[in-house]
């Protein structure tokens, strides 16, 4: 019988740890199945997508930049993914294309199950409005925050996802602020990069008076692109976290939806830690 076929599809894809990650979740459950990797061109992603069906694909997860082209190729969109305008998980029935996003949840879950930290009641500080704020929003008001502020270095943007996500808020009674960088006040329990600074060597875009003492500081990326926002955290007395976790609980979700069983993901990302600590010696 030909295994169940998934991969990651993106563009640049060849780094991705998701391979990795979803064989050792197929390993540690018994499952059987096949998980690789397609590099998409920057124009081809619905043919690329249909090619892969029709070669039996079952699921796929979607990276950088096609996140948003998922959505409008899907022809059911769950409520977050409607939400955040973007999907990181499609899954294949006949006919039929699912979006999903998992991004959200894999956050939540890493800060409140990996991390120790129940967000619940707590003020947040969200940096960015692009897409990465955008797939974690509407998880993290589930969580019943206090407040969150999203800060952006344009206004307009974190208006427009905040007035977006502006229902959910009320429903959850979580104070939901839009601010611009600049005119950023007040200190906060958690704060999240969710820019692209760091990959253009700019710095962090925050003052370290953001951060209550012993807050938490995490950093959506991991690896080098993390690591000035880490540093900066460590040395303004924060606890530092980088998205590794994220990216593990993001995929476990992700398996859930395709295969039904949620794999043991601490020990996955316990695992990927150390191994991404020897290559990196
Ligand atoms: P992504 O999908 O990774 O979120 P994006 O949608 O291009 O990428 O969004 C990038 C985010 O990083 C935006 O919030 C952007 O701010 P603007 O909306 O003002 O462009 C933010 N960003 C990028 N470079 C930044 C910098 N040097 N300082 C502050 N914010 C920055």
Partial sequence: MAMDLYCVMGNPVEHSKSPWIHA???????????????????????PTVRAFIAEGGRGCNITVPFKFEAVTLASQVSERATLAQAANVLSF???????????????????????????????????????ASAGVL?????????????????????????????????????????????GLAGSFDVVI????????GAGVPVPASTLKPG?????????PAAQGFMTWAGEHGAQARDGLGMLVE???????????????????LAELRAVTHQRSR
């Fill in 24 to 46: 050792r979740f197929a390993e540690l459950t018994g499952q059987t199945l096949q998980y690789g990797k397609r590099l998409v061109p920057l124009d081809g992603f619905a």
């Fill in 193 to 200: 990069n969710a820019t692209a600074s760091s990959l253009s």
């Fill in 138 to 182: 509407g998880p993290l008001l589930l969580a019943r925050p206090a407040s969150i502020t999203v800060a952006n270095r344009t206004l307009s943007k974190a208006s427009a996802l905040v007035a977006r996500h502006a229902e959910l808020a009320l429903l959850q009674k979580t104070e939901l602020v839009a601010q611009d960088l600049q």
């Fill in 93 to 131: 029935s006949t006919g039929a294309i699912h979006a999903d996003n998992t991004d959200g949840v894999g956050l939540v879950n890493d800060i409140q199950r990996n991390a120790g930290l129940d967000l619940n009641g707590r003020q947040l500080l969200l940096i960015g409005a692009g897409g």
């Fill in 250 to 268: 993001q995929a476990a979700e992700a398996f859930l939806i395709w295969r039904g069983v949620l794999p043991p993901s601490q020990q996955v």
């Fill in 215 to 223: 807050a938490l500081a995490y950093d959506m990326m991991y690896g």
